[in-house]
């Protein structure tokens, strides 16, 4: 076989698929519902998830009870008062006045001088002070007490206590720990998810439906080349998401992009390998459209977003749960997102990341591909 | 293909499908001359549009053998599938696509490019009567119009042999009709056309018909070879007042064969061309007065009832 006929083999095939990309773009563009679904829906998906997926507290309500009235008790006082940590929500005169405030929610954390705290101090033994926490609401419960030791620390420091340790921790990549700064890339890797394997697994399902798959199954047209053929278009799709939601993220909440955005796309490929082999996979599940998009939220979203690391830290998971999120691309994405956008790290460091994505890719699109032809059989 | 007495177009042996303890296709056997309208008639449910998808390499026959332009449908799909054009049951272009778009989709998805496509799309245009609608969407075009710009799509490549399944389904009487005039083109042109319908008046454009029941093929033949299995004067059809009293009558009288209402009248087969002339005296004795009885050339569905109940006739 000569070398014009291969090329002319290779430029057949190149048409082929050019020929069905036109089509699956002109359907795009003919959809009424596509734009608002393309450029407006993530917008706003991520702009509320941004402000609700925040986990950061500020000014835990503190109610404090000074039985001591001395000027070290009230010193001691000031320091939480005047502390950005805390917001001091009433100043009581006796321990039983905390049950109604931290019942209500008023307070959340409740600080006690019992009487005798200059005294003590002035003997020479540490003052006393209980520090009561609301465990009904955790989260706060825990920082508050957290917030406490540091205001407590920097008490005796200033008193001249010498600690035992002096602790200065210092934060790296997110020094003031604002959790929309990882929360919100996050975000995007939800939605990137999200439109393209929803929309991959809609359009197959739809030509089912409408019988045209049958159509194009007696054509000489090969399950592999409309697979890729339905691939590409909605490929370009997550891309022009990333290009869509990027803005919002670095000028609205303004996380810092310290990575390159190239390795950002090029790092997102792999993950779009995943998600639109998982939409190609839903498409041989679901009889129709809405089955599909059910199956998506349901069966595929729901728990990427559970186990991921998205929602929950994985550490603090079951091991059998820990090990079930290997199995998660989204987790692998995670990785690479906050690693690009806070780290500013590159393939060097996420090559596993991106490895893993490969190869998951690689295995859900060989499987979607197996059933693909399977249900057609 | 290798000269000497034209290869059948299509050729199937003992062709079986089932799905599961469902027989849809049961030991089918036939031949499709090239170049003739052959047609296969039956109800909803008769293994029709199993039979074809089975041909056109969509569905593995689970035993038994078919071939079509001498390839094996079980092993060759892939070379059926670049010489035939199909015509699905259902509407099967894209409906928010235009028509010019639609025919570069589908006439690329053969390979045609170019200059060759834009020559194939002229003629499909031309062909389906749409010169004045090549950019309107699909979606905006009515039934007939929708339906011939499918079957040209079929043909777009050229296919020696196109399989059309129940192509007229939803389409006013003249569109059919037109429709066929463009099926009689084809064939004319020397193509092979295979194509099913539960429309007796379809059935009657046929070169050959083959009568499907329940999976099973009961008869094939051209369309007078048909209607000779009744002699000459032994179907005749009764009016009177009540209809489907005459029919319990009649069925009881000796030397009737078969009864079936059509509408308001009965098609009546006698077993001697004789016995005419009592059927409407013995009406009377029932009091179903002023009976009419005259002689008809059979129609394609008194052949098709007629089958279909000797068949069951047997199976009992």
Not at chain 1, 249 to 273: A, D, E
């Amino acid at each position: 076989m000569g070398n014009g006929d291969r090329g002319s083999r290779a430029g057949r095939a190149v048409r082929t698929l050019v020929n069905i990309l036109v089509k699956e773009l002109l359907q795009l563009r003919r959809d009424p519902k596509i734009l608002p679904i393309l450029f407006i829906a993530p917008v706003i998906q991520l702009t509320l998830l941004g402000y609700a997926a925040t986990t950061d507290i500020k000014r835990v309500e503190l109610a404090v009870c000074d039985l001591d009235r001395t000027a070290a008790s009230r010193r001691l006082a000031d320091r939480f008062t005047s502390s950005a940590y805390f917001r001091v929500t009433a100043n009581v005169d006796s321990q039983e006045q905390f049950d109604p405030l931290l019942q209500s929610g008023r307070a959340r954390v409740a600080l006690t001088i019992p009487a005798g705290f200059e005294a003590e101090r002035s003997a020479g033994r540490p003052g006393r002070v209980q520090l009561v926490a609301d465990g009904a609401d955790a989260m706060s419960g825990t920082i508050g007490l957290a917030y406490a030791a540091t205001v407590l620390q920097d008490a005796s420091v200033a008193a001249g206590t010498v600690p035992l340790v002096s602790l200065r921790p210092t934060v790296l990549y997110n020094p003031d720990l604002v959790s929309r700064n990882y929360m919100v890339p996050g975000i995007l890797g939800l939605i990137i998810m999200i439109m393209t394997m929803m929309l991959t697994a809609m359009a197959v399902v739809r030509e089912s439906e409408l019988g045209t798959m049958e159509q194009l199954l007696v054509t000489p047209l090969t399950p592999g080349q409309l697979i890729v053929g339905k691939l590409i278009p909605y490929a370009l799709v997550g891309l022009v998401e990333v290009f869509t939601v990027l803005p919002v993220v670095l000028f609205w909440f303004r996380v810092p992009l310290r990575g390159s955005l190239l390795t950002l796309l090029l790092l997102t490929l792999p993950y779009m390998l995943c998600t639109l082999g998982l939409g190609l996979f839903i498409s041989t599940l679901a009889q129709t459209q809405q089955q599909a998009m059910m199956l998506s939220a349901f069966v595929f979203i729901l728990p990427q977003m559970l186990l991921s690391g998205f929602a929950f830290p994985i550490q603090n998971m079951p091991a059998f749960f820990q090990a079930l999120t290997y199995l998660v691309p989204l987790r692998y994405y995670l990785v690479i997102l906050r690693g690009v956008f806070l780290k500013g790290v590159g393939l060097a460091v996420l090559w596993p990341q991106a490895l893993a994505l490969v190869v998951m890719g690689v295995a859900i699109l060989g499987l979607a591909r197996l059933r693909f032809r399977r249900r057609l059989g | 293909m290798n000269g000497g007495s034209p290869q059948p177009a299509v050729v199937a042996r003992d062709l079986t499908r089932t799905f599961g303890p469902f027989v849809a296709v049961d030991r089918v056997s036939f031949e499709v001359r090239p170049g003739e309208i052959f047609g296969f008639l039956g109800s909803n449910g008769a293994g029709k549009t199993t039979t074809i998808r089975m041909l056109c390499g969509l569905l593995a026959p689970s035993s038994g053998s078919a071939s079509v332009l001498g390839f094996d449908v079980a092993t060759q799909a892939a070379e059926i599938k670049r010489r035939i054009g199909y015509m699905s049951q259902r509407f099967s272009l894209y409906n928010d696509l235009t028509v010019e778009e639609n025919l570069r989709f589908w006439g690329g998805a053969y390979g045609l490019f170019g200059a060759e496509m834009a020559g194939r799309a002229e003629w499909a245009v031309v062909t389906a009567d749409l010169e004045h609608s090549r950019h309107a969407l699909v979606r905006s075009l009515p039934g007939g119009y929708r339906q011939r710009l499918a079957l040209v799509a079929a043909l777009l490549h050229e296919p020696p042999i196109v399989f059309l399944d129940e192509p007229t389904g939803g389409v006013d009487p003249e569109a059919r009709r037109r429709f066929w005039d463009l099926i009689d083109e084809l064939a004319a042109a020397g193509k092979t056309v295979f194509v099913t319908t539960h429309y007796m008046d379809e059935a009657e454009r046929c070169h050959r018909v083959a009568l499907m029941h329940a999976g099973r093929l009961l008869a094939l033949d051209s369309v007078p070879d048909l209607k000779s299995v009744f002699p000459q004067g032994t179907v005749v059809e009764v009016t009177c007042g009540r209809p489907a009293q005459a029919m319990a009558r009649l069925e009881e009288l000796p030397g009737v064969v078969e009864v079936a209402l059509f509408g308001e009248r009965l098609h009546v087969v006698l077993g001697d061309p004789a016995v005419g002339a009592s059927l409407a005296r013995s009406l009377d004795a029932v009091g179903c007065e002023n009976a009419t009885v005259r002689a008809i050339s059979p129609s394609l569905e008194d052949v098709f009832i007629h089958v279909i109940a000797r068949a069951e006739g047997e199976a009992a």
